[in-house]
């Protein structure tokens, strides 16, 4: 099995596209519902160029056997100084390339990259309580649970699901 993990490039925002929109149609990953999700092509590559343009920030591609399988994509609110050392990433994988190790490898680069960037101290998520079998990957990763927002978010009548909020430090 061939896999590689690069940086993502503008080249890659259609496909990337793709996978989000088939990620935010399962509706049970992303906050985003189908009819909200209406981002172009065009306002992808912008968003990419962004994230390629700040050194703080970064894009993964992981392709199995030269195709594009997902991605990991890390951004901070440099915005701000007291908030510029830390940032949230997101993971989105095609439904076909899920259960293959995929997910791991792309965080454990991600891991790597922030350790070496001198800028990032802290990697944070925040993730569904229903979705285990990320959470499990998170904690053996390392990420810790540092806070929860209860019914954070509604997923029907009576059906409420709370945002963990978890992280890693990067720095020692």
């Known amino acids: 099995m ?3 993990i690069r940086e993502g490039t503008l080249n890659d925002a259609e496909v990337l596209l793709s996978i989000q929109k088939t990620v935010v149609s399962e509706g049970k990953y992303l906050i985003a519902l189908s009819h909200e999700f209406s981002k172009t092509v065009d306002q992808q590559k912008e968003w990419i160029e962004g994230i390629l343009q700040n050194e703080r920030d970064t894009l993964l591609v992981a392709e199995k056997e030269g ?3 997902g991605c990991i994509v890390f951004q901070t609110n440099s915005g701000r100084e007291r908030t510029a050392h830390k940032g949230d990433f997101g993971l989105f994988l095609s ?3 899920r259960g293959l190790g995929l997910g791991r490898m792309l965080l454990e680069e991600l891991l790597d990259w922030a350790e070496k960037n001198p800028y990032i101290e ?3 998520l925040g993730v569904f309580s229903i979705n285990e079998r990320a959470i499990s990957l998170y ?3 390392g990420f810790l649970e540092e806070g929860r ?3 954070e978010f509604k997923f029907g009548d009576d059906e409420y699901v709370d945002d963990i909020l978890m992280y890693k ?3 020692e």
């Open 95 to 97: 439904p076909e390339y």
């Open 122 to 124: 802290k990697v944070c």
């Open 149 to 151: 927002k209860v019914r």
């Open 2 to 4: 061939s896999i590689v």
């Open 169 to 171: 430090w990067v720095k």
């Open 67 to 69: 195709e594009v399988a």
């Open 139 to 141: 904690k053996k990763l």
